[in-house]
């Protein structure tokens, strides 16, 4: 098996799909530029048959963007799959994204349809795609709480009709991540015609176990995975793409599987995605928040000061963060209070520095934000003292 996993991201379809997140075609196209400049290799742009605004942004983003593969989402619905191909016509690389809803919750109260219906509405959908695009996914919406063995018969119908690629998304973001990943190795193993396919990831985080999810899938075969900038999506979001790049990078060694993406283009498209859609992201998000890699304890800053590979097991420059924060607060020690005063010019010897210290502590208790010219009106204080 390839140690290859494609990134195919889908901020400008299911993550744009959040309510307040819409953007103009010509900020898609801004933020598909970004996307392809990161280095995903696929490009959701959109849901064409939803609104003309949606067709012309495929149609814009085709023109625009020059090598990732460009996809189209539509369902096992012949009208979606005719607009889907005439909004791909000016993509290098199309790939029309179909398919359809394969647990019992979408089959019988969805659909109001039964699982042998599906299937060949499933096949259907593939071969007319195929008309258009040699590139075809397919997607079996709910796969996540879909019966394995269902899932493999739809799975090996859809490959057999041309499927290149095919999606098991945990729609609803329910599976546990060894559940997950033995979604994917029973596939794998049970499927025929697998190879003939790449197997994709598309979890969603409402337990919080998107990432998780995806990783397991990815140890079990899965060689695509389904991810949004900032893990913006539908309700809790979906997988986020630069948890899940740098898990891989991180844990490389072991793992053996690698992707192409810049990582040091990942804070910067975080910014951009979060400005324009106006979406702020946590403090505490993983590898992108404010605090990801800052430090306020006494003991961790001493820590990091002293090698920061002590408390942190990425390079905040390896993901285009110049470098960890050391936050001055009520918690910080000596040693973060030195390294600020150094910082700004101050060489102090011991008995000066607790002297400063002393009153940093009073004044860091009394006032959260603790800034540059505090510190240097304290040094200023200390240093009168000295004088009188
Ligand atoms: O979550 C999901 O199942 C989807 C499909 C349409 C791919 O977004
Ligand atoms: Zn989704």
């Known amino acids: 098996m390839s140690d290859r996993l494609y990134i195919f991201d889908t901020t400008l379809r299911d993550g744009e799909q959040v309510p307040g997140c819409q953007l103009n075609t010509v900020e898609k196209i801004e933020v598909a530029k970004a996307l392809q400049e990161l280095g995903v290799d696929v490009i959701e742009a959109g849901f064409p048959i939803s609104s003309p605004g949606d067709f012309e942004s495929v149609v814009e983003i085709s023109k625009a963007v020059t090598w990732p593969t460009i996809t189209a989402l539509t369902r096992a619905v012949q009208k979606d799959i005719d607009v889907a191909a005439e909004s791909l016509k000016y993509a290098k690389k199309g790939r029309i994204h179909t398919g359809i809803g394969t647990s019992d919750f979408h089959i019988y109260h969805k659909l109001n349809s039964n699982p042998d219906a599906i299937i060949e509405r499933g096949v259907e959908a593939v071969k007319y795609a195929k008309k258009y695009v040699e590139d075809v996914e397919f997607y079996a919406e709910d796969a996540g709480r879909t019966d394995n063995e269902y899932l493999a018969r739809v799975i090996e119908a859809v490959i057999k009709a041309g499927a290149t690629v095919v999606n098991i998304p945990d729609t609803t973001g329910y599976t546990l991540p060894h559940e997950f990943g033995a979604k994917i190795k029973y596939l794998v193993d049970n ?59 991180t844990h490389y060694k072991t793992l053996g599987i690698e992707t192409g993406v810049n990582t040091k283009k990942i804070y910067g498209t975080s910014r951009l995605v979060s400005t324009l859609m106006n979406m702020p992201v946590q403090p505490n998000k993983a590898v992108v928040g404010r605090n990801a890699f800052a430090h306020s304890s006494g003991i961790h800053q001493d820590g990091v000061l002293k090698n920061r590979e002590n408390y942190e097991i990425m390079d905040p420059v390896e993901v285009g963060i110049n470098e960890s924060a050391i936050l001055l607060t009520a918690r910080s020690g000596r040693a973060a209070l030195k390294h600020r005063l150094e910082l700004l010019g101050f060489e102090l010897d011991k008995e000066k520095l607790d002297e400063v210290y002393e ?18 009106l304290l040094v200023g204080d200390a240093t009168r003292k000295e004088h009188r």
């Open 191 to 249: 499927v025929p015609n697998i190879h003939k396919a790449i197997i994709s990831t598309h979890c969603h985080n409402d337990l919080g176990m998107a990432t998780a999810n995806t990783i397991s899938g990815i140890l079990n075969g899965a060689r695509q995975a389904e991810v949004t900038i900032n893990g913006i999506g539908e309700r809790a979001g979906n997988t986020s793409l630069e948890e899940v790049v740098m898990t891989l990078k």
């Open 359 to 376: 009153e940093f502590l009073k004044l860091a208790d009394k006032k959260k934000d603790i800034r540059d010219d505090d510190i240097a």
